[in-house]
């Protein structure tokens, strides 16, 4: 949001008031709604220090709030709300009474206050993405095609379908990454053990013998020093980092979309992140398509239910392509996205008036790749792994052993 100065005539003098505001037109109502004059003049300027770091305490102590709700009870949440609205009771009383039967407190915040929303008149796909970040995108997509179709509880029934499998992929992923994970933690912890109270005892020694130490031995050094004197410094600081880091991936999107960027380009993470967002993609837009939805209405609630932004600004070109006259197919190919067997598979689809049917095959396929990914990732991350152990033992063998060698050549020099 950007920062606007209001003069504001009152009373037969001029007062300046700032707004934070979307545009100069929301500054302007923003102006004549909070206070009593008339407005003379509206410009975009830059917030005071004061406010600036009061809306920065604001934001970051609203995001640490933040709780994404947990999968089982999303998932039970979804069914449940499905199954009512399918037996005829209305949006409304359905989610007071999941609400109130819930555990799980914050599903119950968000469900209460999604129907005094509807309650008011708004609809549930607009209370939806009031609260995007608990329940992601996906919900929000979903929603959005109940409304469009008319028939909600198909639509959710879809959801938690979605859901769970979108939970069964995400502890295989958990369950290929623990094996590697403890490795790399208790070699960190033995790492850690040794540079706080093995390597002074020999520090100590080598002080003693004045000799001249290699390099492996100086880092080692250093190492100790570090973890001894400023351990808990460089702890703090890491906590500080990454709880800042976190603050602007979720307030900044040129900051967001560096790091999507970087995440693509990261070896094992990118196959991950393509085949997952490319198998919702297709999962989601195959429902719509299904459903009856135009197809450029389709690819934008599809669009706009991903996570990694330069995937979404790449995908959002196939809409621009299709509503300048292009079909599907060649919107799909001009993102440089999809392979070439996938193309043909649209293109026969369209053709062939079953585009549904082969955008179901589609979301097998890349579902496929992405259950291939998964299982294969312990292998693909044990080579990486082996070499971060075998530098940590390497440097600590060296480091240790390569000044012994030395006094003892010395010694037998001198003897």
């Known amino acids: 949001m950007k920062y606007f100065t209001a003069t504001i005539l009152s009373k037969g003098k001029k007062e300046e008031h700032g707004y934070y505001a979307d545009n100069k037109k929301e500054a302007l109502y923003l102006a004549k709604v909070k206070h009593a004059g008339i407005v003379i003049q509206v410009e975009e300027s830059s917030a005071p220090l ?10 970051f102590l609203s995001n640490a709030k933040k709780k994404k709700i947990k999968p089982d009870a999303q998932i039970a949440a979804v069914r449940q709300l499905a199954v009512m609205t399918n037996a005829g009771i209305s949006i409304h009383d359905s989610l007071k009474e999941i609400a109130s039967a819930t555990s799980d407190k914050n599903l119950e915040g968000i469900f209460m206050k ?12 607009k209370s939806v993405e009031n609260f995007r970040y608990q329940l992601g995108n996906l919900t929000l997509a979903m929603v959005e095609l109940g409304e469009k179709t008319g028939n909600m509880a198909e639509a959710l029934y879809a959801l938690a379908d979605m859901l769970e499998e979108i939970r069964r992929n995400v502890i295989k992923f958990k369950k290929a990454m623990a094996y590697p994970r403890n490795v790399m933690i208790a070699m960190a912890v033995a790492f850690t053990i040794l540079i706080s109270y093995v390597v002074p005892q020999f520090k100590k020694i080598f002080e003693e013998l004045g000799a001249n130490l290699p390099l492996p031995t100086l880092i080692l050094l250093k190492l100790e020093y570090l973890f001894n004197n400023f351990g808990l410094y460089l702890l703090a600081a890491m906590v500080a980092f990454f709880l800042f880091f976190r603050y602007l991936i979720n307030n900044s999107t040129e900051v967001r979309y560096r790091w999507h960027q970087l995440l693509l380009k990261t070896i094992i993470i990118k196959g991950v992140i393509m085949y997952s967002t490319l198998n919702r993609f297709t999962l989601v837009f195959s429902e719509l398509v299904r459903a009856g939805i135009p197809i450029a209405d389709a690819l934008e609630t599809s669009t706009n239910m991903i996570d990694s932004l330069p995937l979404k600004e790449k995908l959002s070109t196939v809409r621009q392509a299709v509503e300048k006259g292009s079909s599907l197919h060649e919107g799909l190919a001009e993102t440089g996205l999809f392979e070439n067997m996938i193309i043909q598979m649209v293109s026969a689809g369209e053709s062939g008036g079953q585009l549904d049917a082969m955008l179901e095959k589609v979301t097998e396929y890349y579902k496929m790749r992405f259950d291939a990914i998964i299982d294969g990732m312990a292998e693909a991350i044990e080579p990486i792994m082996l070499f971060f152990i075998a530098s940590l033992v390497l440097l600590l063998a060296l480091g240790i052993f390569l000044p012994m060698w030395s006094l003892g050549d010395a010694a037998q020099g001198r003897g």
């Open 50 to 59: 004061e406010d600036q770091l009061k809306r920065f305490k604001n934001e």
């Open 114 to 125: 999604m129907a005094e929303d509807i309650n008011s008149g708004l609809s549930m796909s």
